[in-house]
Each structure stands twice: as structure tokens, then as C-alpha cells.
């Protein structure tokens, strides 16, 4: 990070948002920059290709459907080029889909409508990920002996047992299973489980929904094995 004259916060990392929606690009763009993120904007991917051949970026912001060539497309072709983390952005949410893409080389797939504060927490995450050498979780959907079914949002356990989840469980369920063995803070589980738009990280609401999940899928609750508590910062999980 570095100080910018006006005495803010700048991030090294820099960002391409590929998006035909200007409106929505550029809303996004003035939040993650009052964030400290560099970040440019494309409407389409020949533009997209001609930044890239000029610009050298951290991560990509792809959306899914745009006229002409889509983000699928650039998608492959950055994900075989470049070391860059790459979200895609969709109004389509289906698993099918989300895990075609994660084969094709995404790291991450958020659905639209979002929130700033959930856009903003995956980017934190896959940064942490990319810093510490971790490979993203291509289709983890088991931990110890609990899988995760996204769709129907519960979780199977090995002897039978079905735990039903709440929305908010689920979303963060799905976000720890991604970023396993990842500090996410509370500030960022409070924005994936979409609770409210700002919270901000004194909000304890997060606590009682670990709480909950930690009821739910730890053997002993009071030493959770897979929930883990990093004091004053936020949670790790451990998949076991």
C-alpha cells in the first residue's frame, strides 16, 4: 500500500472492470477507488484486450454477458496468459454455471444485484489467497464429514444427519468453503451474508451467525475444529 498527496490509501493492486452496463461500471469503479484500488473500465472485450496489451493488471472484473465476444471467452484467455485473479459478475445464478466457469479459470462468480461491501470483501479474499500461493477451490463442497449442498442450502453429514441453513448461513458457508484456510474478516461476512449494506466491522451480528453455524457443524461448539476465531481480526475456517 501506498499514501496517496491527499494522505489516502493506495493499493498496489490494480483492477480492469469489463462491462457493458456503463452506469453499473462506473459505480463500481468510484467505490473501489474511495477503497484505495486502482481500477480502469472497458465496455466490451476489444477494448479489454487493448488494455491488457498496454496495462498490467492484478485482477479482472469480467461480466458475463455482453454484445459481441462475452466474458467467457476472455476469460479463457486471460486465465491461459496472465497470472491475474479474474471474478466474474453474472445476473444468472446457477451452480452449473458457476463451476463451468471456475473450470474455465475464474477464481470467484458474483451474482447481480450485489452489494459494494460483498464485491469488495471477495476481491480482499482472493488478494489474501494470491499473496499466500493458495489455489483457489475449484468445486469444494465437502469438509470433514459434512458436504454442502448449495443449491437446496443444507448440509449432509456422513451419518445421515440434513442441517438446514438460513440464506445468510448458506452465502457464508459457500464464501468460507472458497476461502479455506483464509482470514476473513467480520467486516466481509457481514457483507456476503448480506445482512445490511453497512455494518461496518464493530457489527456483532456476524458473531451470532458463527454461533449458529458452529452449533450446527462442530462436534464440541465450544473448540470449533472448522470455525476458527483469529481474536480482534475475524474467522479462519479449516476444512479439516
Given amino acids: 500500500m501506498n499514501e496517496a498527496a491527499d494522505g489516502s490509501t493506495v493499493i498496489d493492486e ?94 470467484d462468480y458474483i451474482i447481480k444485484p450485489f452489494n459494494d461491501l460483498e464485491l469488495l470483501a471477495r476481491i480482499r479474499a482472493l488478494m489474501r489467497r494470491r499473496q499466500t500461493g493458495q489455489k483457489t477451490q475449484k468445486r469444494l463442497t465437502r469438509f470433514g464429514p459434512w458436504e454442502l449442498v448449495e443449491n437446496e442450502r443444507h448440509l449432509k453429514h456422513d451419518d445421515g444427519r440434513v442441517i438446514t441453513l438460513t440464506s445468510s448461513e448458506a452465502r457464508v458457508m459457500r464464501f468460507f468453503v472458497e476461502n479455506s484456510d483464509v482470514l476473513c474478516t467480520r467486516e466481509d461476512l457481514l457483507a456476503v451474508a448480506r445482512t445490511r449494506q453497512h455494518g461496518g466491522a464493530g457489527d456483532r451480528s456476524v458473531d451470532a451467525l458463527i454461533k449458529r453455524l458452529r452449533s450446527k457443524i462442530e462436534s464440541d461448539p465450544a473448540n470449533p475444529e472448522h470455525i476458527r476465531t483469529v481474536w480482534g481480526q475475524g474467522y479462519i475456517f479449516r476444512p479439516g
Avoid at 474511495?34 to 479482472?60: C, M, W
Avoid at 486465465?79 to 485473479?85: H, K, T
Fill in 14 to 107: 490494480r483492477i480492469l472492470i469489463c462491462d457493458d452496463d456503463v452506469e453499473f461500471a462506473e459505480n463500481v469503479c468510484v467505490f473501489l477507488r474511495t477503497k484505495g484500488y486502482q481500477i480502469d473500465h472497458v465496455p466490451n472485450v476489444p477494448a479489454a484486450r487493448e488494455k491488457i496489451e498496454s496495462e498490467d493488471y492484478d485482477l479482472f472484473l469480467l461480466d458475463l454477458v455482453m454484445p459481441g465476444t462475452n466474458g467467457k471467452v476472455l476469460c479463457r484467455e486471460i486465465a491461459s496468459r496472465l497470472d491475474a485473479g479474474i471474478i466474474m459478475i453474472s445476473s444468472v445464478d446457477d451452480d452449473a454455471e458457476r463451476i463451468s466457469l471456475l473450470e474455465l479459470g475464474a477464481d
